[in-house]
């Protein structure tokens, strides 16, 4: 199955820096400057709900979403993960892993609402210099 839907930004654009590609989804950087490490995992097909999915294909990818997950906690050391499917801007299937911190800008609140600090620069910085390090880690755990 190859479905694709013409008019959808995830089926003609790779939705961020391509970390892993297999068969049934990728796994990308997302480029956020407040957000350094925000991962998404996407479906490659033109799936609109999870349950569109069998089983057996919503188990890969949940268990991608879960190694994504694990491998960014590894590396970016975040207080929390927040783990989101909205697709109501996007409807494509696709999983946001994003590394959450005390000082980013929106926390404790999702990062969608409004800010309510400006983060550190210098802690931002920290943060971006551990990005090669992510990028190496899935690419060597897929």
């Known amino acids: 199955m190859n479905m694709h839907s013409a008019d959808c930004e995830l089926c003609n654009g790779d939705g961020g820096e391509v970390l892993h590609y297999a068969r049934q989804f990728r796994v990308v950087l997302v480029d956020d400057a407040s957000y350094p ?17 069998p089983a057996a294909d919503r188990s890969i990818l949940m268990a991608a979403v ?9 590396v970016m050391q975040p207080e929390k ?52 390090a992510l990028r190496s880690a899935i690419s060597e755990q897929f």
């Not at 925000?38 to 999915?53: S, Y």
């Open 37 to 53: 490490g925000f991962c998404r995992v996407i479906w490659n097909d033109h799936v609109k709900e999870m349950t569109d999915l």
């Open 81 to 132: 993960i927040n783990l989101a499917s909205l697709g109501n801007m996007t409807p494509h299937l696709h999983w946001h892993v994003i590394p959450r911190y005390a000082d980013d800008a929106h926390f404790p609140s999702p990062v969608w609402a409004e800010a309510q600090r400006q983060p550190l620069p210098y802690t931002l910085a920290q943060r971006q210099a551990l990005l090669g």
């Open 66 to 74: 879960c190694k994504v997950e694990s491998i960014v906690r590894a």
